[in-house]
């Protein structure tokens, strides 16, 4: 039996063990592509993995966790072949390269064509939200 440990991300190690060499580059492949990311894809501010299941279906995303300037998300992808796979999904479902290499901001009444946008600069978030509160000792 072969094992690896990597370090993929500053966050992420992974470890893997297989019979063979090929089947341990395969799954070290996969995990990384996976579990690559540690940063938003538009902002930069640190993600966390999320699933969600609606409608009997199991949906996996990257978010970003500054969800008040932010909150962009890369969904991962599920292959037909197999289903117990992700993949980051950067494409769009006619096969065209998605804008900031996947990452979208959701905004109510959009649809997805529509959601490849910039997170807010803080002089437009302060605009949309007002000043941050102050608070005294």
């Not at 190690?13 to 063979?20: D, F, L, P």
């Not at 538009?42 to 993995?49: M, N």
């Not at 289903?83 to 959701?106: A, C, E, V, Y």
């Amino acid at each position: 039996m072969l094992h690896v440990e990597i370090k993929i991300s500053p966050t992420t190690i992974i470890k893997c063990e297989a019979e063979t060499t090929r089947e341990l580059v395969a799954q070290v492949a996969h995990l990384s592509e996976v579990f690559q990311f540690s940063k938003c894809g538009i902002c930069g501010a640190p993600v966390r993995y999320v699933t969600r299941t609606a409608q009997s279906f199991t949906f996996y995303e990257v978010k970003c966790t500054d969800t008040r300037r932010c909150g962009a998300a890369l969904k991962l992808g599920q292959p037909k072949a197999n289903p117990d796979w992700l993949f980051p999904s950067r494409k769009d479902q006619n096969g065209n390269w998605l804008p900031n290499d996947g990452w979208t901001i959701f905004q109510k009444g959009q649809n997805e064509q529509s959601q490849a946008q910039r997170a807010p600069t803080d002089d437009q978030y302060q605009q949309q939200t007002g000043p941050e509160p102050t608070f005294e000792a």
